[in-house]
């Protein structure tokens, strides 16, 4: 008898524990990607972690059932525009996993894309600047990461290393986060910490019929290579149709989100 009270002792410590270390953040992320301002669709986000663990999710459609998406996006002063006329929401989302214990990172571009890699070394710039952020004083920093310079707003009273999506390794936890343009803007909404919500920390959600195996991150830059040229020889070969001059070719940081 006293050794079963001892094993429901340990089990509600280690809960306790658990709630105790466990945080939850609420954001919204825009992507805006070629429209040079924040003007893409608007998704709910949230980044669940602990002391060794994070999970962001984005692009979930429990997450985003209140959100009416337009189907055409345009700049802020109206002259240039994206379509966006395939789903933008799916089941799982768009989800990064990071454990800081195993220097991995995980996560899922597209629905059927995954990769595992090492953790990215942002070479972050920390600077004197603050701001108010809710009820706490946030820090600025600047790095550069896969072809675009961010700014990112942390905040040293949570001294974890995590963030939302794939932007992490400051002194505290990332509030804000966006690039010079603010095509990939990412904003605080609220924080619960500590917490007992019981939205869980996982590596990366996939359909059960999907394969178990990971992708690497010269895949994933084959595969941006493919949409890259795709793109380009398609704008060719309309002009051409059109009898308009041949447009001037892109760089990938204006078409891409990540162009490394």
């Given amino acids: 008898m006293k050794y079963k009270l001892l094993i429901l002792v340990l089990i509600l ?23 040079k301002s924040p003007s893409g669709p ?3 986000a949230y980044l669940v972690f602990n002391n060794n663990e994070s999970y962001y999710v984005s692009r979930k459609d ?7 998406f337009k189907t055409i996006y345009r ?14 929401t799916f089941r799982y989302g768009n989800q990064v996993y990071n454990n800081r214990l195993k220097d991995s990172l ?6 059927d894309f ?3 890699e090492k953790t990215p070394k942002i070479e972050w710039e920390l600077k004197k600047e603050t701001k108010k952020i809710g009820d706490f004083t946030a820090h600025k920093a600047k790095g550069k990461f896969r072809g675009r310079t961010y700014t990112a707003w942390y905040v040293l009273e949570i001294p974890l290393p995590f963030g939302p999506w794939k932007l992490q390794g400051l002194p505290g936890l990332i509030l804000e986060a966006f690039d010079e343009d603010k095509e990939m803007f990412i904003y605080f909404k609220g924080l619960e910490y500590p917490t007992d919500n019981k939205a869980s920390i996982v590596q990366i959600k996939r359909p059960e019929d999907h394969p178990k195996n990971w992708l690497t991150l010269q895949d994933f830059k084959d595969r941006l290579d493919d949409i890259y040229e795709k793109s380009i020889n398609s704008s060719i070969l309309m002009a051409q149709r059109q009898g308009v001059n041949e447009p001037e070719e892109n760089i990938k940081s204006e078409m891409l989100l990540e162009s490394f």
């Avoid at 658990?18 to 429209?35: D, F, H, R």
């Avoid at 429990?62 to 009416?68: A, H, K, N, Q």
Wanted: net charge negative; hydrophobic share 35%.
């Fill in 13 to 35: 410590f280690k809960i306790t524990a658990n709630c105790q270390n466990k945080g939850l953040v609420y954001y919204g992320q825009i992507e805006s990607v070629t429209l």
């Fill in 42 to 44: 608007d998704y709910n």
């Fill in 62 to 68: 429990s997450l985003d059932m209140d959100t009416e």
């Fill in 114 to 116: 995954y990769v595992a």
């Fill in 106 to 111: 995980y996560w899922n571009q597209w629905v």
């Fill in 75 to 88: 700049t802020e002063d109206g002259m240039a525009g994206i379509s966006l006329g395939t789903k933008l």
